[in-house]
């Protein structure tokens, strides 16, 4: 059975509504724009998504939507990067099915109403055959009912609150069960007793803190203090002093974009360290470390599942190559080797399929894997979910992060935390 999103059936059988705007179901109920034409160009596969997909010459486009402009930028143009190598790989190897990469690109603007606008638009009017992209929950929320009404495929890189799954969304980075769950468990291990949480004002981390609060309080944990700021909040003092105040074991921090640099540089400014008030945090990669500067957070932790220190063949090749292609200075990062195993995952269930047709690639997911940067990873058919290793890191005086810790073996997805007790009701 496939997956449905929360407006229609998971695996579990479980009706999920979901409340979606009014205006962005219109928009994205906006027919499309011809008859679909299928890889062996005769135009006998449709469908009901994007049906001007034309594939009958040498090329075939596909979309990138990311912010490349607001707060979210920080993350996102890096992102946008992995995904331009990505596809010139691909184009030099040949493309996909015999057919060249042509990438029409728009830029998010770090608001999900543009999402959802610039997704219409890829899928509608400029007849991409996938789209690669978003960051935020939000976006990706606002971007899912546009994908849902038009029969598209959104391929989604970046690591997020789980408690969904569709048939139109391919989610290549971390669900809950192979990054937040695996970074409390190292902070019980480490005998963490106490937890302050501060995060971005939204869905993310909102709903990561409720499973954060139901895991705590299975394993006897206990949640001091709960702190949310809006996106590309800068003024960080208040919410610092009521961490300090709280003397908690370890902060758990959801922000995301540049609030982190504003957060870090109050937290050092307070005298909080790695040694006194360790903070673990599921948002800062290395791109955002050089942003928010080594010495405000040298020693801190993350949870991911790729690091540019990954020891392998694949990411000493995928380091080299981008660096090579945008400077030395340029570090990897999780969501950016997730974005670019995206496209070759898509590359392969395409290839694997035999056809661009999006019924056809569903069928096809199963099972399709990729020699990634991070490891091999493999795709679950039933929820569109990527099996991954998670990494528990600390950030060095380089500007790295070298691993902590490792689960060794990748981690089946369970976007619904269906393996755990504490966590029934949750979705």
């Given at each position: 059975?496939?997956?449905?999103?929360?407006?229609?059936?998971?695996?579990?059988?479980?009706t999920?509504?979901?409340?979606a705007?009014?205006a962005v179901?219109a928009?994205?109920?906006?027919?499309?724009?011809?008859?679909?034409?299928?890889?062996a160009g005769?135009?006998?596969?449709a469908?009901?998504?994007?049906?001007?997909?034309?594939?009958?010459?040498?090329g075939v486009?596909?979309?990138?939507l990311?912010?490349?402009?607001?707060?979210m930028?920080?993350?996102?143009q890096?992102v946008?990067d992995?995904?331009?190598?990505a596809?010139?790989e691909?184009?030099a190897?040949?493309?996909?099915l015999g057919?060249?990469?042509?990438?029409?690109?728009?830029?998010?603007?770090?608001?999900?109403?543009?999402f959802a606008e610039?997704?219409t638009?890829?899928?509608?009017?400029?007849?991409v055959?996938?789209?690669?992209?978003?960051?935020?929950?939000a976006?990706?929320?606002a971007?899912?009912?546009?994908?849902?009404a038009?029969?598209?495929l959104l391929?989604y890189?970046v690591?997020?609150e789980?408690?969904?799954?569709s048939?139109?969304?391919?989610?290549?980075g971390?669900?809950?069960n192979?990054?937040?769950?695996?970074?409390?468990?190292?902070?019980?291990?480490?005998?963490?007793?106490?937890?302050?949480l501060?995060?971005?004002?939204?869905?993310?981390?909102r709903?990561?803190?409720?499973?954060?609060?139901?895991y705590?309080?299975?394993?006897g944990?206990?949640v001091?203090?709960e702190?949310?700021?809006?996106l590309?909040?800068t003024d960080?003092?208040t919410?610092?002093?009521?961490?300090?105040?709280?003397?908690?074991d370890a902060?758990?921090n959801?922000?995301?974009g540049d609030?982190n640099v504003?957060?870090?540089k109050?937290?050092?400014?307070?005298?909080l360290?790695?040694?006194?008030?360790?903070?673990?945090?599921?948002?800062?990669?290395?791109?955002e470390v050089?942003g928010?500067?080594?010495?405000?957070?040298?020693?801190?932790?993350?949870?991911w599942?790729?690091?540019?220190?990954?020891d392998?063949?694949?990411n000493?090749a995928?380091?080299?190559?981008?660096k090579?292609?945008y400077?030395?200075?340029r570090?990897?990062s999780?969501?950016?080797?997730?974005?670019?195993?995206?496209?070759?995952l898509?590359?392969?269930?395409v290839?694997?399929?035999g056809?661009?047709?999006?019924?056809?690639?569903?069928?096809?997911a199963?099972?399709?894997?990729?020699?990634?940067?991070?490891g091999t990873?493999?795709v679950d058919g039933?929820?569109h979910h990527v099996?991954?290793?998670?990494?528990i890191?600390r950030?060095?005086?380089d500007g790295?992060?070298?691993?902590?810790w490792?689960?060794?073996?990748?981690?089946?997805?369970?976007?619904?935390?269906?393996?755990y007790?504490?966590?029934d009701?949750?979705?």
């Amino acid at each position: 059975m496939r997956p449905r999103s929360s407006t229609g059936t998971t695996r579990t059988g479980t009706t999920r509504p979901v409340v979606a705007s009014l205006a962005v179901l219109a928009v994205a109920a906006l027919s499309a724009c011809g008859a679909r034409v299928d890889a062996a160009g005769d135009g006998s596969s449709a469908s009901a998504s994007a049906g001007c997909v034309d594939t009958s010459g040498d090329g075939v486009k596909i979309g990138f939507l990311n912010s490349l402009s607001g707060t979210m930028a920080i993350s996102e143009q890096t992102v946008h990067d992995a995904l331009r190598l990505a596809a010139d790989e691909i184009n030099a190897g040949g493309g996909v099915l015999g057919k060249q990469l042509e990438i029409v690109s728009e830029d998010g603007q770090s608001e999900p109403t543009v999402f959802a606008e610039k997704a219409t638009k890829l899928v509608t009017s400029d007849c991409v055959a996938a789209v690669f992209g978003g960051w935020t929950s939000a976006s990706r929320k606002a971007m899912l009912p546009v994908f849902e009404a038009n029969d598209s495929l959104l391929f989604y890189p970046v690591q997020y609150e789980g408690l969904e799954a569709s048939e139109n969304i391919f989610y290549t980075g971390a669900t809950t069960n192979q990054q937040i769950v695996p970074a409390l468990d190292y902070l019980k291990e480490q005998g963490t007793k106490t937890l302050f949480l501060v995060g971005s004002d939204y869905v993310f981390p909102r709903t990561a803190n409720k499973i954060i609060n139901a895991y705590a309080e299975a394993n006897g944990m206990e949640v001091v203090g709960e702190e949310y700021a809006p996106l590309g909040h800068t003024d960080f003092s208040t919410i610092v002093n009521k961490v300090k105040a709280a003397g908690a074991d370890a902060v758990f921090n959801t922000l995301n974009g540049d609030s982190n640099v504003a957060f870090f540089k109050e937290y050092n400014n307070a005298g909080l360290s790695a040694d006194d008030m360790p903070v673990v945090s599921v948002s800062i990669a290395e791109e955002e470390v050089g942003g928010i500067g080594v010495d405000n957070i040298e020693g801190q932790l993350t949870a991911w599942n790729y690091y540019q220190t990954v020891d392998s063949p694949e990411n000493d090749a995928f380091v080299e190559a981008f660096k090579a292609e945008y400077g030395e200075d340029r570090p990897t990062s999780d969501p950016m080797e997730a974005a670019y195993t995206s496209l070759y995952l898509w590359k392969e269930m395409v290839e694997k399929a035999g056809s661009f047709d999006v019924a056809d690639v569903q069928e096809a997911a199963d099972g399709v894997s990729f020699d990634a940067p991070e490891g091999t990873v493999v795709v679950d058919g039933e929820n569109h979910h990527v099996a991954k290793t998670a990494l528990i890191g600390r950030i060095g005086d380089d500007g790295l992060i070298h691993t902590e810790w490792s689960s060794e073996e990748p981690i089946e997805p369970d976007p619904f935390l269906e393996g755990y007790d504490w966590a029934d009701g949750l979705s």
